[in-house]
């Protein structure tokens, strides 16, 4: 039996997703966002929310861009450190000791360190209650070549991306294949065609 524990902000999994802008000033800035993920397939979108009081709101009002930095589980502690610190009072990158590479493409800054990146270029902005959801357009995608699969593309149990547990303020590891997509519910589909 289900019980009813009312309206809150959980869905498994929740992404633990780095958002890197520059300020005004041309400061790299990075902080955690949980809320958001690929929201268009054409064009190619991504979206985060955040809150107005984030010093990575107005950086992303201002420059129109932002990067989405998908970490290792190995940087579960700067992650951790990028959602709970300020940048309007602190450098985040000098206190991690991680890389902001200064993107071709957008103006935003992305990390070395991390091996899987989405350069994005603002499209939309929506508000909808205490968080803004900012659309961007994905303009490229970055991925070291240590984590690809023979495809060409990223390999998630190489990338070892980290996810957030929003009810146990938790974060986890994404576990083992249990199937492969368009293919495990097979018989299943063709018994009901």
């Known amino acids: ?14 992404p633990v997703l780095i958002v890197a802008t520059y300020d005004k000033t041309g400061k790299p800035n990075a902080m955690t966002a949980a809320w958001g993920g690929i929201c268009c397939s054409e064009p190619p979108c991504v979206t985060v929310s955040l809150r107005k009081a984030t010093y990575s709101f107005g950086n992303i009002i201002e420059n129109k861009a932002y990067t989405i930095n998908i970490p ?6 700067e992650c951790d450190y990028f959602g709970s610190a300020s940048g309007k009072k ?9 890389t902001p ?19 994005c270029k603002l499209l939309h902005t929506f508000e909808i209650g205490l968080h803004t959801q900012f659309v961007g357009e994905i303009v490229d995608v970055k991925v070291d070549e240590s984590v690809m699969d023979g495809n060409g593309n990223p390999d998630i149990e190489k990338v070892k991306p980290i996810i957030y547990a929003t009810s146990s303020k938790t974060y986890h590891g994404i576990g083992k294949k249990i199937g492969d997509a368009w293919s495990i519910g097979k018989d299943i589909r063709d018994i009901n065609k």
């Open 1 to 14: 039996m289900k019980k009813s524990i009312g309206a809150k902000t959980i869905i498994y999994p929740s």
């Open 101 to 119: 590479i200064k993107s071709d493409l957008v103006a935003a800054p992305y990390i070395k360190e991390f091996p899987f990146i989405l350069e």
């Open 72 to 77: 290792s589980e190995k940087y579960v502690k």
């Open 90 to 98: 602190s450098d985040k990158f000098l206190a991690t000791g991680l």
